[in-house]
Protein backbone atom coordinates (compact mmCIF):
# COMPACT_ATOMS: atom_id res chain seq x y z
CA UNK A 1 0.00 0.00 0.00
CA UNK A 2 2.74 2.42 0.94
CA UNK A 3 4.70 1.63 -2.32
CA UNK A 4 1.51 2.73 -4.14
CA UNK A 5 0.68 5.84 -2.28
CA UNK A 6 3.75 7.09 -2.83
CA UNK A 7 3.45 6.13 -6.85
CA UNK A 8 0.20 8.30 -6.73
CA UNK A 9 2.05 11.00 -5.06
CA UNK A 10 5.06 10.96 -7.66
CA UNK A 11 2.14 10.89 -10.92
CA UNK A 12 0.65 13.69 -9.14
CA UNK A 13 3.70 15.86 -8.61
CA UNK A 14 4.80 15.10 -12.28
CA UNK A 15 1.13 15.70 -13.98
CA UNK A 16 1.67 19.13 -11.90
CA UNK A 17 5.12 19.58 -13.13
CA UNK A 18 4.07 18.77 -16.53
CA UNK A 19 0.58 21.01 -16.80
CA UNK A 20 2.12 24.43 -15.90
CA UNK A 21 2.51 26.36 -18.78
CA UNK A 22 5.85 27.01 -19.93
CA UNK A 23 6.93 31.06 -19.37
CA UNK A 24 9.84 31.74 -22.28
CA UNK A 25 11.23 34.66 -22.58
CA UNK A 26 9.83 37.50 -24.83
CA UNK A 27 12.91 38.36 -27.50
CA UNK A 28 14.01 41.71 -27.01
CA UNK A 29 12.86 44.62 -29.64
CA UNK A 30 14.17 44.86 -32.60
CA UNK A 31 13.59 48.32 -34.45
CA UNK A 32 14.47 49.70 -38.38
CA UNK A 33 14.23 53.22 -39.23
CA UNK A 34 13.24 53.76 -43.06
CA UNK A 35 13.17 56.82 -44.87
CA UNK A 36 9.56 55.99 -47.02
CA UNK A 37 9.74 57.58 -50.39
CA UNK A 38 7.28 57.94 -52.33
CA UNK A 39 9.10 58.59 -55.20
CA UNK A 40 11.64 56.02 -55.35
CA UNK A 41 13.93 54.13 -52.96
CA UNK A 42 13.58 53.44 -49.34
CA UNK A 43 16.79 53.20 -47.53
CA UNK A 44 16.99 51.83 -44.47
CA UNK A 45 18.45 55.13 -41.90
CA UNK A 46 18.96 53.05 -38.77
CA UNK A 47 18.74 49.70 -37.28
CA UNK A 48 19.30 47.51 -34.27
CA UNK A 49 18.68 43.73 -33.18
CA UNK A 50 18.10 41.58 -36.18
CA UNK A 51 17.28 43.67 -38.22
CA UNK A 52 21.31 45.32 -38.34
CA UNK A 53 22.30 45.27 -41.56
CA UNK A 54 19.66 45.47 -43.20
CA UNK A 55 19.87 48.10 -46.13
CA UNK A 56 16.25 48.70 -47.70
CA UNK A 57 12.55 48.45 -47.93
CA UNK A 58 10.66 47.88 -51.31
CA UNK A 59 7.01 48.02 -51.53
CA UNK A 60 5.53 44.71 -52.96
CA UNK A 61 1.97 46.15 -52.50
CA UNK A 62 0.13 49.09 -51.01
CA UNK A 63 -3.11 50.24 -51.06
CA UNK A 64 -4.58 53.25 -50.17
CA UNK A 65 -7.74 54.54 -49.05
CA UNK A 66 -9.13 57.80 -48.02
CA UNK A 67 -11.34 57.90 -44.91
CA UNK A 68 -11.42 61.45 -44.33
CA UNK A 69 -10.54 64.38 -45.82
CA UNK A 70 -7.31 64.48 -43.13
CA UNK A 71 -7.00 60.61 -43.40
CA UNK A 72 -5.36 57.81 -45.56
CA UNK A 73 -5.52 54.22 -44.08
CA UNK A 74 -2.75 52.10 -46.18
CA UNK A 75 -1.94 48.22 -46.17
CA UNK A 76 0.14 46.16 -47.55
CA UNK A 77 3.46 44.10 -48.22
CA UNK A 78 7.01 45.40 -47.79
CA UNK A 79 9.96 43.39 -48.48
CA UNK A 80 12.89 44.17 -46.17
CA UNK A 81 16.24 43.59 -48.00
CA UNK A 82 18.89 41.94 -45.89
CA UNK A 83 22.56 40.59 -45.88
CA UNK A 84 21.24 36.96 -44.84
CA UNK A 85 17.89 36.64 -46.59
CA UNK A 86 14.88 38.77 -47.61
CA UNK A 87 11.91 39.48 -45.40
CA UNK A 88 8.58 40.21 -45.96
CA UNK A 89 6.15 42.03 -43.78
CA UNK A 90 2.57 43.01 -44.02
CA UNK A 91 1.46 45.97 -42.61
CA UNK A 92 -2.07 48.58 -41.77
CA UNK A 93 -1.29 51.85 -41.24
CA UNK A 94 -2.83 54.92 -40.86
CA UNK A 95 -1.56 58.59 -42.55
CA UNK A 96 -3.11 61.14 -40.59
CA UNK A 97 -2.35 64.75 -41.90
CA UNK A 98 -2.66 67.93 -39.43
CA UNK A 99 -3.89 71.07 -40.24
CA UNK A 100 -2.80 73.69 -43.24
CA UNK A 101 -0.56 75.66 -40.15
CA UNK A 102 1.13 72.52 -39.40
CA UNK A 103 0.99 70.54 -42.98
CA UNK A 104 3.21 67.57 -42.20
CA UNK A 105 1.71 63.55 -41.70
CA UNK A 106 2.03 61.05 -39.18
CA UNK A 107 1.81 57.57 -39.72
CA UNK A 108 0.65 55.16 -37.18
CA UNK A 109 -0.29 51.06 -37.39
CA UNK A 110 0.91 47.37 -37.20
CA UNK A 111 2.76 45.00 -38.94
CA UNK A 112 3.63 41.45 -38.96
CA UNK A 113 6.20 39.11 -40.40
CA UNK A 114 4.39 36.92 -43.27
CA UNK A 115 7.62 34.62 -45.10
CA UNK A 116 11.71 35.15 -44.50
CA UNK A 117 14.34 33.95 -46.36
CA UNK A 118 16.85 34.78 -43.75
CA UNK A 119 17.14 32.34 -41.00
CA UNK A 120 17.85 34.62 -38.15
CA UNK A 121 14.22 35.66 -38.61
CA UNK A 122 11.34 33.64 -38.29
CA UNK A 123 8.62 35.41 -36.93
CA UNK A 124 6.90 38.78 -34.95
CA UNK A 125 4.81 41.34 -35.10
CA UNK A 126 5.06 45.24 -33.98
CA UNK A 127 4.06 49.04 -34.69
CA UNK A 128 5.08 50.92 -37.24
CA UNK A 129 5.15 55.26 -35.97
CA UNK A 130 6.26 57.45 -38.75
CA UNK A 131 6.39 61.37 -38.83
CA UNK A 132 6.64 63.49 -42.47
CA UNK A 133 8.03 66.56 -40.65
CA UNK A 134 11.56 67.18 -41.94
CA UNK A 135 11.01 64.64 -44.82
CA UNK A 136 9.77 66.53 -47.97
CA UNK A 137 8.04 63.72 -50.26
CA UNK A 138 8.43 61.30 -47.77
CA UNK A 139 7.47 59.83 -44.75
CA UNK A 140 10.29 58.40 -41.83
CA UNK A 141 9.01 55.23 -40.59
CA UNK A 142 10.24 53.37 -37.22
CA UNK A 143 9.59 50.13 -37.19
CA UNK A 144 9.82 48.47 -33.85
CA UNK A 145 9.19 44.85 -32.76
CA UNK A 146 9.91 41.28 -31.32
CA UNK A 147 10.87 38.87 -33.87
CA UNK A 148 12.72 35.79 -33.26
Same mark, same amino acid.
Given at each position: MKHIRIAAIAAATMIGLTAAPAHAA??? /??? *? ?5 ? =??? !? ?17 ? !? ?7 ? !???? *? ?16 ? =????? *? ?8 ? #? ?16 ? =? ?15 ? #? *? !???? /?
Amino acid at each position: MKHIRIAAIAAATMIGLTAAPAHAALPP /VST *FVVVTSF =AGG !SPIIEADGVWTGCTEVRDI !SNVGNQVSP !SRVV *FSGVKEVVCPDGNVLIQY =AAELN *FRSAENSFGK #TSGTWQLIDSDNPGINEG =AGTVRGTSRNCDGCIVD #T *F !SGRV /V
